[in-house]
């Protein structure tokens, strides 16, 4: 049964999963300002979870067998599955308005919304990265002969369902960015493209990049990310680029020192990167030059969480949820538990929750409580 704990809008607000689970009160209290209050909570019903992730509003947690749960950020069940074998490699879900599409080492596992199969997509060639889908379109890394290729896969038909491959001569290990209808690939060796559902490439040539393809001077082991504000590639050469999306020239560049490993998390005004043996660095997304110094860096940040308007929320290398001054990198509360296994990133300008799974496997919503005199349950017993 869900257990259902306060949110803070509503004096007693309850989350059910499916029709027949009925809520449960839960004692509640006033909640001091600088602290996490619990908004919801339900049960995976999974003995174990092994991976958790945060999809188009859509919780999706995963047990070592590939059976999944899959919950909306409200905390209603959507749906409980097994969606491969249990000694398949599942990779992250693609969830669409009408679908979930979950890759594995030779399918594409087609489900809808609740759960219900649709569909297997029988592929040619192994998977070598995760995907990602526009409209009837999945863009996923395959395996080749050659070094690897980009394969668009459709969702719409029975058969032939290539609708191109491209050549990209060395490997995709990691998922490609969307903007603007618009995928960015990343290779192993250091190379960025950007390519359109014609499979034409977007960027012009120029004497930086007389192929169209933007190049490191190292590796790119983690997945890009994009926005309006840019594509951010980060790559062992040490440094984090941000280029232009439309010519793949480069507008800024941040010099780590030591091989940038992790992706960049881009929210409305800020650029957040691990940094190994540095901590979580902050950096001004609207800054004028090209280039950018730390705002701040968290020793103790492992993971950013969410932001808003004044707060970073990170968890730490203990566990433990900390809420950071965006401007100054200063903790200003705390968490007073270890007890997240696993959390996801949530960027939402206008909602700081922080979606994760707790050591005994239960689904929680969290939120910060930034003034005084709300009632609800303190975040303290996950």
């Known amino acids: 049964m869900h257990r259902n704990l306060l949110s803070l809008a509503l004096l007693a607000a309850f989350v059910g999963g499916c029709a027949t689970h009925k809520p449960t009160p839960v004692p509640v209290t006033e909640v001091p300002a600088g602290s996490f209050v619990t908004a919801w909570s339900a049960p995976s019903d999974l003995k174990k979870v092994s991976k958790f992730y945060l999809e188009n509003n859509t919780l999706v947690a995963f047990d070592p067998k590939n059976k999944v749960v899959g919950f909306d950020t409200k905390g209603a069940l959507k749906f409980q599955t097994s969606v491969a074998e249990p000694e398949d490699v599942v990779g992250p879900p ?21 759960g219900v199969h649709l569909k ?3 592929l040619k060639q192994p998977l070598r990265s995760p995907g990602v889908a526009i409209d009837q379109t999945v863009y996923v890394g395959i395996d080749s002969e050659t070094g690897g290729r980009l394969a668009a896969i459709a969702l719409d038909r029975p058969y ?14 990691t998922r490609p960015a969307v903007h603007d209808n618009v995928v960015f690939v990343a290779t192993e060796n250091g190379r960025v493209i950007a390519i359109n559902a014609n499979r034409s490439l977007l960027w012009p040539k120029a004497p930086e990049m007389p192929d169209s393809i933007f190049h490191t001077d ?3 082991l983690s997945a890009l990310t994009a926005d309006e504000g840019g594509i951010y590639v980060p790559s062992t050469d040490t440094k984090l680029y941000c ?9 800024w560049t941040y010099y780590a020192g030591v091989p940038v490993t992790h992706s960049a998390v881009p929210t409305s005004d800020t650029v957040y990167v691990l940094i190994d043996g540095q901590g979580l660095v902050a950096l001004d997304k609207k800054a004028n030059g090209t280039t950018r110094n730390p705002r701040w860096t968290y020793a103790d940040g492992k993971q950013l969480l969410s932001d808003d308007a004044k707060n970073a929320y990170v968890l730490t290398n203990s566990g433990t949820i900390v809420a950071l001054d965006k401007a100054t990198g200063k903790v200003r509360f705390e968490s007073q538990n270890t007890h997240l296994a696993f959390a996801a990133t949530h960027v ?7 979606f994760g799974v707790t050591k005994d496997w239960q689904v929680v919503a969290i939120k910060p409580v930034l003034r005084g005199g709300v009632v609800g349950s303190l975040a303290l017993a996950w």
């Open 120 to 122: 297997s997509l029988q």
């Open 348 to 354: 939402d300008p206008k909602d700081a929750t922080i």
């Open 218 to 220: 190292g590796q790119i």
């Open 160 to 173: 032939d369902i290539y609708r191109w491959t491209a050549l990209t001569q060395s490997v995709i290990y």
């Open 243 to 251: 280029l232009e999306p439309n010519t793949g020239r480069i507008r």
């Open 94 to 114: 693609m969830v669409q308005a009408d679908r979930i599409i979950f890759p594995t080492s030779a399918t594409l596992e087609i489900f809808t919304t609740n």
